[in-house]
C-alpha cells in the first residue's frame, strides 16, 4: 500500500502552529489493567493503543479518500519501574497522538444544519458530504486506539477478541477516557438529541471494531507496536509511520 508522503510534507509545513494546541488522541495512564501491571505490560499497551490511532489516521482516512494530516506519536519517559509512580506521570496522560484531526472546527447541530444547507442549496450537498466523512473518520480514529489496546490484551491472555461483546463505555478501561471524551464533544455537535448521538457513537465503535478485525489493519497496528516498543522514542514522526506501511 503507498501513501503520499508529499502530501504529508505538505501538510506538515502547513501544521507549523504549536502542537500543544492541535487535536490529541491520548492514552490515559489511569487504565486499571495497565498501572498494575509489569512496567513491560504497561508499554505494550500504550504502544498498542498509540499505534491504533496511527495507523487508523493513516489507512482508514486513507480508505475514506480523506487528504492525508500531519502527525507525531508523543511518549514520556517511563524507562524503569520507578517511572510509573513518578511525579512525571501526576497528569492525565503518558502518550498521545498530536495533530491528526480532519475537522479543525465542529460545526454543531450538524444533522439539522446539513439538511437545511441541501434544501437552500443542492450545490453545498458535496461539501456536506465531505465534512460528514470526515467527521466519522475522527470518530472512528479515536475509538480505534482504546480497541486495540483491549485486543492486545485480551490475546496476550490467550483470550479470543470479538469487540460486539465489549461494552463501549469499557473503552475507559483501556486508556480511553480522554478519547470517548473527545468522541462526545464530536457527537455533541452533531446533535442535540442524546438518541440519535448514541446511535451515532454505536455505528462508529462497530466500523472502528471491524477496523481492527481485519487482519492486515491488525498486523500494521501490531507492526508498529513492535517499533514503538523496540525504540523507546519520546517522538515517533508520521514520516516514520508511512515509512513501516510502505
Not at 145 to 171: M, R, V
Not at 213 to 219: A, G, I, P, R
Not at 221 to 240: Q, S
Amino acid at each position: 500500500m503507498l501513501i503520499n508522503t508529499s502530501a504529508v510534507l505538505t501538510l506538515k509545513r502547513k501544521y507549523s502552529t504549536p502542537l500543544a494546541i492541535l487535536f490529541k488522541m491520548k492514552r490515559n495512564k489511569k487504565s486499571h489493567r495497565s498501572v498494575h501491571n509489569r512496567l513491560q505490560n504497561f508499554k505494550q499497551s500504550i504502544a498498542f493503543h498509540e499505534a491504533g490511532h496511527a495507523i487508523a489516521i493513516c489507512l482508514n482516512n486513507q480508505v475514506r479518500q480523506q487528504q492525508p494530516v500531519f502527525f507525531q506519536i508523543v511518549f514520556k519517559d517511563i524507562s524503569h519501574d520507578d517511572g510509573l509512580k513518578s511525579s512525571a506521570l501526576d497528569d492525565d496522560t503518558v502518550a498521545m497522538v498530536e495533530g491528526g484531526r480532519l475537522i479543525q472546527s465542529l460545526i454543531y447541530n450538524v444533522d439539522d444544519l446539513t439538511d437545511k444547507l441541501i434544501t437552500i442549496d443542492e450545490g453545498l450537498a458535496p461539501l456536506v458530504r465531505e465534512y460528514q466523512v470526515a467527521f466519522d473518520a475522527d470518530i472512528i480514529n479515536l475509538l480505534i486506539g482504546p480497541l486495540s489496546e483491549a485486543k492486545h490484551t485480551y490475546l496476550k491472555d490467550n483470550e479470543h477478541f470479538n469487540y460486539q461483546l465489549i461494552d463501549i463505555k469499557a473503552l475507559k478501561n483501556y486508556g480511553g477516557d480522554s478519547d470517548l471524551a473527545l468522541a462526545w464533544e464530536y457527537l455533541e455537535s452533531y446533535s442535540k438529541d442524546k438518541r440519535r448521538q448514541d446511535e451515532k457513537l454505536s455505528e462508529l465503535f462497530i466500523t472502528a471494531g471491524n477496523f481492527i478485525s481485519d487482519n492486515n489493519n491488525w498486523l500494521a497496528i501490531t507492526k508498529l507496536a513492535d517499533y514503538i516498543i523496540k525504540n523507546e522514542k519520546e517522538i515517533i514522526t508520521c514520516e516514520e509511520v508511512l515509512s513501516l506501511l510502505n
